[in-house]
């Protein structure tokens, strides 16, 4: 499985984006996809996860609210929606796939990563 990120970018506080990210090869594997950031100096963390078929969804506390994760399956491209940013949002944004049949909420859980984009939101 390969997983492209794209869509990063600056923006003002309150501003919107949204992010995509791209699968392909063995994509059957995948039963979760998810959302991870890393801002600098800091451990790499859970933003959003969406199980196969997109009925089920989590998200961090710090995103609830402001962020959307959604997919694509006829694209397989999965997106984040991003409003109301913060500057404190600013980080890698990097997506992510697991084969097993449960949202991981820990970077240990995946197998599969994309090679992240930059968000960086201006105060």
């Known amino acids: 499985v390969q997983l492209q990120a794209f869509g990063g970018g600056l923006v003002q506080t309150g501003g919107s984006l949204r992010l995509s990210c791209a699968a392909s090869g063995r994509t059957f594997s995948i039963h979760v996809m998810s959302w991870f950031r890393q801002a600098p100096g800091k451990e790499r963390e859970f933003v959003a996860a969406l199980i196969r078929g997109g009925s089920n969804t989590q998200y961090a506390d710090s995103v609830k609210g402001r962020f959307t994760i959604s997919k694509d399956n006829a694209k397989n491209t999965m997106y984040l929606q991003m409003s109301s940013l913060k500057p404190e949002d600013t980080a890698v944004y990097y997506c992510?796939?697991?084969?097993?049949?449960?949202?991981?909420?820990?970077?240990?859980?995946?197998?599969?990563w994309g090679q992240g984009t930059l968000v960086t939101v201006s105060s």
């Open positions: 992510a796939a697991a084969t097993i049949p449960y949202i991981p909420l820990t970077a240990s859980g995946y197998s599969y």
